[in-house]
């Protein structure tokens, strides 16, 4: 890490990517629509397949500091992966059942397994991963490493409630009356299409939120997901998170002022949507990002630049 630079962050992200459970769920119901009927192992590779992008998590073990901002959400999200991590998660899953089948430990009520079933699976439940990142405004670069532009749905919160209830009370149902012999695919395909009709909701929502003002955008909060945080640029400097104001001191002068090489840094503004630059107590410069400005959340993504001097923004 940079001399130059002091990182405040943990490991957590409070608007990151969606939770795993989610994703976790949504592949759970797809096979309780009916697909994991096609072959054997097929409720792993829908459940695994729509988990397995997140793997990027491990660059926490070799990656410091902000690095793993210009990391994470990228390379394992994009088009290549989509086309890899299924084949590789089919030929896991096909190699195991190969295994099971010499050694006799096959359980008697698994379908036969098919290897281009398998591969489908894990690919639909693959690319249900990056669909559902999108939907936040912590960014996806949907088509790294070709480009890496980030792109924001603005639409759920990393963790939205509502949906776990629909969600987990969905696959509890659709479960129980495969259990009685009752119509199971119907219940898993009403709650996909529920649960569909609610994100568009909630799309709408922020679409209509962030038309109100120029330059803006709108963030999903915990709980009330029928409210939005609405941000908007005032100036290089400010942004405005609905009706408080950040940006105390002059963005573009603590950049020119910062420490150069700096990898911290640049992690940091790559990643950064909506950068602003606040005023330490001892008049030095951290940077933060207005997404994140709620006081248990915003120093999990800033940077300090303690050798540079808050010069005051103009609003």
Request: aromatic share 12%.
């Amino acid at each position: 890490m940079s001399h130059a630079v002091q990182v405040f962050l943990t490991s957590g992200e409070p608007s990151g990517p969606v939770d795993n459970l989610t994703h976790s769920l949504v592949g759970a119901l797809i096979g309780q629509a009916g697909l994991k009927r096609r072959t054997g192992l097929a409720m792993p590779a829908l459940v695994v397949g729509a988990n397995i992008p997140d793997f990027d998590a491990a660059c926490f073990f070799w990656l410091e500091g902000t690095g793993h901002l210009a990391f994470r959400r990228g390379i394992t999200h994009g088009p290549v992966a989509w086309v890899l991590l299924p084949l590789i998660l089919a030929g896991l899953l096909y190699a195991f059942d190969c295994w099971q089948a010499r050694r006799g430990r096959q359980p008697e009520g698994r379908l036969p397994v098919r290897f281009g079933w398998l591969y489908g699976l894990s690919l639909l439940g693959t690319l249900s991963h990056p669909a559902l990142d999108w939907l936040n405004v912590y960014g996806i670069r949907l088509l790294e490493p070709f480009s890496s532009r980030w792109f924001y749905g603005d639409t759920l919160f990393i963790i939205d409630v509502w949906l776990w209830a629909l969600l987990g009370f969905g696959t509890w149902l659709s479960l129980r009356r495969e259990k009685r012999s009752g119509n199971w695919r119907q219940v898993a395909r009403a709650v996909l299409a529920v649960g569909a009709l609610y994100v568009g909701a909630q799309a709408a929502i922020s679409w209509f939120m962030a038309s109100t003002r120029p330059a803006a955008f709108a963030s999903p909060v915990p709980l009330a997901s029928w409210q939005r945080e609405v941000i908007a640029r005032e100036n290089e400097n400010l942004w405005r998170v609905n009706s408080d104001l950040y940006g105390r001191c002059d963005l573009s002068e603590a950049l020119a002022a910062a420490a150069r090489p700096n990898a911290d840094l640049d992690a940091f503004l790559f990643w950064s949507r909506a950068p602003f630059a606040d005023a330490a107590a001892d008049g030095s410069v951290i940077l933060r990002d207005a997404r994140f400005t709620d006081p248990r959340a915003r120093d999990r993504f800033s940077v300090r630049l303690p050798e540079v001097r808050c010069a005051p923004a103009l609003p």
